[in-house]
């Protein structure tokens, strides 16, 4: 996929967790097209504006907003932020691990997960839904392969990925008829700080099992998103496209 040929020039997107690995591609790459870009971060306050001050060498199109999704405070102000933004694209990436057997999980653990990777998504894309239909606008939900087969020891991080798939398929049929596309991608093992828990061993052992020999990167991911926002995929709604590698 070529980005240069996607042009969000006078367009305004949206884009939860927009700091970390994929989120910090996602919204270069909307900026690089020519989008306004809001993103939100839980608490790296730095690196959130370098990201901006990157993204805004010539003009000021990105900005940075706090919001931590395990805050039901900090939700609601958002909310009311974005009240009046007229908002062309939505990416729901904000998300969230606590690994650990299901015996053993403490119920913050399962609450915190399913409220940062689903409750979450449900709100913003429910304050935003009005903004983007009259705009036939475009929302991409970020997931995971996590969500379409399981993994042991992410009982609580699976089930709100599958609730994701969920969300965007019954979404799509819900607002299709007001010209708002609605898609989800479900990335494999992308190689960001999420995997720095993962030994080098088992590193090595990913890239045997991938098809393709590698991690995914996270340009892999804001390109298909971008791909998927664009008028390129205008008859594309309710899927779940898996960036994997080939792996599952």
Known sequence: MNQAKWDFTGTTAVVTGGSGGIG?????????????VMFTYSS??????????QCNVTDKRVEAIQANFTSEADLDRLLRQ???VPVDCLVNNAGML???PLYKMPDADWRDVLQVNLHAMF????????????????????????????????????TAKAGVHGFTRALAREVGPL???VNAIAPGFVDTDMLLMIKPQKKRELHR??????????????ETALFLLSESASYMTGAIVVVDGGLY
Do not use: C, F, H, M
Not at 24 to 36: D, E, F, T, Y
């Open 98 to 100: 606590r690994d650990g």
């Open 179 to 181: 010209g708002v596309r």
């Open 82 to 84: 974005l009240a009046d």
């Open 209 to 222: 099992d991938i098809p393709l020999r590698r991690l995914g990167k996270p340009q892999d991911i804001a």
């Open 123 to 158: 709100a913003v894309t429910k304050k935003l839904i009005p903004i983007l239909a009259p705009r036939a606008g475009s929302i991409v939900n970020i997931s995971s392969v996590s969500g379409i087969s399981g993994a042991a020891g992410q009982v609580n991080y699976s």
């Open 24 to 36: 910090s591609s996602i919204v270069r790459a909307l900026a690089q097209a020519g989008a306004k």
């Open 44 to 53: 790296d306050q730095q690196a959130a504006q370098a990201l901006a001050e």
